[in-house]
């Protein structure tokens, strides 16, 4: 006697284990630069002043010279959204099953946590690419900070393990006298040649000196600045560097970006998910910024 097992699939074993959400390139940018929170308007302006100091010798008489010049760069702010209806009727043929209720009124679905953590890192992600590159008519950090904005070295070019740590000195020695001396110096690089950088500060024995935590930032050797990565760098050969503080980054309310809401709408009879927020970016100050100018 033989089991005859043809009208049968192969067993899979779906329930075992939870759901685990695919995992998400995010960066940290935000917390480097100076996020403006609470800005209500679609416009926001930075307010800079400027003026001439010029000193003559000493004469009688007053011959006035000199100017205080005020100028203002825009923040540039977008709302953004996201909205999605989740049928939880569609997952009843499937193991999702098994984690619903056995009521025909189903009001929820399976793993919201899960769910909404992984579009809170999706978000997060969307925010580092706006930052970078901007979003339709509103510029980015790399559309405001470009070769013709900004200071550019002698002789750029992509990265290597042989030639990153020279490259990132270049860079750095491009940033304009005025804020060299600055505690909030950063070089914004893609993630790819953040561990070109580190690999080659290992190669040429530079492992001994302090590199910040090594994770999301590493401190350039023999400077003040740090070198931090962005997702939103991912592919391009892009690198900038300058004071962290004349980037800024204007947004509503900042918990919007980590809130995600379920709610069951009867009208429709689906699981509705939404998630909104604010947010632009403007460099206050680009001529004090340093850059390779690559695409």
Excluded at 33 to 49: E, K, P
Excluded at 149 to 157: G, I, K, Q, S, Y
Excluded at 193 to 216: K, S
């Amino acid at each position: 006697m033989a089991f005859d097992l043809n009208a049968l699939t192969a067993y899979t074993d779906e329930l075992s284990l939870d759901l685990i959400a695919k995992a998400v390139l995010t960066t940290d940018l935000m917390n480097e630069i100076d996020v403006r929170a609470g800005l209500s308007a679609g416009t926001v302006a930075i307010n800079l002043m400027d003026g001439d100091l010029n000193v003559n010798d000493l004469s009688c008489g007053w011959n006035p010279s000199g100017d205080v010049a005020f100028t203002q760069v825009d923040i540039c702010i977008r709302d953004k959204q996201v909205k999605m209806d989740l049928c939880p009727e569609d997952l009843r043929q499937y193991w999702l099953s098994q984690r619903m209720s056995p009521s025909a009124w189903q009001e929820t679905v399976p793993f919201e946590e899960v769910i909404a953590n992984y579009y809170v890192e999706r978000v997060k992600k969307y925010n580092e690419d706006f930052l970078i590159n901007g979003d339709g008519t509103c510029d980015g950090i790399k559309g405001q900070i470009t070769s013709s904005t900004a200071n550019v070295p002698a002789a750029p070019a992509a990265w290597t393990v042989n030639n990153a740590v020279d490259q990132a000195l270049d860079i750095f020695d491009a940033i304009d006298e005025s804020v060299k001396d600055r505690d909030d110096l950063i070089m914004i690089v893609s993630p790819a040649y953040y561990q070109t950088l580190r690999r080659a500060l290992v190669a040429q024995n530079y492992f001994h000196y302090n590199q910040g935590d090594g994770v999301n930032s590493i401190d350039l050797i023999g400077t003040n600045c740090k070198v931090v990565k962005s997702s939103g760098l991912v592919g391009s050969d892009y690198v900038a560097a300058g004071p962290a503080k004349f980037i800024v980054a204007g947004t509503g309310l900042q918990d919007d970006m980590s809130t995600m809401q379920f709610f069951y709408d009867r009208g429709f009879d689906v699981v509705k998910f939404t998630a909104k927020w604010r947010l632009g970016v403007a460099v206050s100050q680009v001529n004090v910024f340093a850059t390779n100018g690559l695409a």
